[in-house]
Nanobody
């Protein structure tokens, strides 16, 4: 059974930093992309950042220059370093793993940025 376990969320003041982690365990065949999505209250889930196995990254315009995604392929773990956080970054952050056979989602970790 595949599990994605996210950690690192919490409450932070605007301008602060947080680092999210997502560790994938279980039998996942040939992981391709790993990424982070978020859902703010009353809004649809949106892409934050993705990274391929080769290290190619993609970011939402709203987080470029502030967030950095990285991964440890040996540990099947993806990270999201979030700096210069804004109130608009508040939401539940979800980890997603895209494998050759199917996609997997984590349960989410809450990030709250206060003004």
């Amino acid at each position: 059974q595949v599990q994605l376990v996210e950690s690192g969320g919490g409450l932070v003041q605007a301008g602060g930093s947080l680092r999210l982690s997502c560790a994938a365990s279980g039998s996942i065949f040939n992981i391709n992309r790993m990424g982070w999505y978020r859902q703010a209250p009353g809004k649809q889930r949106e892409l934050v950042a993705t990274i391929t196995g080769g290290g190619t990254t993609n970011y939402a315009d709203s987080v470029k220059g502030r967030f950095t995604i990285s991964r440890d392929n040996a540990k099947n773990t993806v990270y999201l370093q979030m700096n210069s956080l804004k109130v608009d970054d508040t939401g539940v952050y979800y980890c997603k793993v895209v494998s050759q056979l199917m996609d997997y989602w984590g349960k989410g970790t809450l990030v709250t940025v206060s003004s």
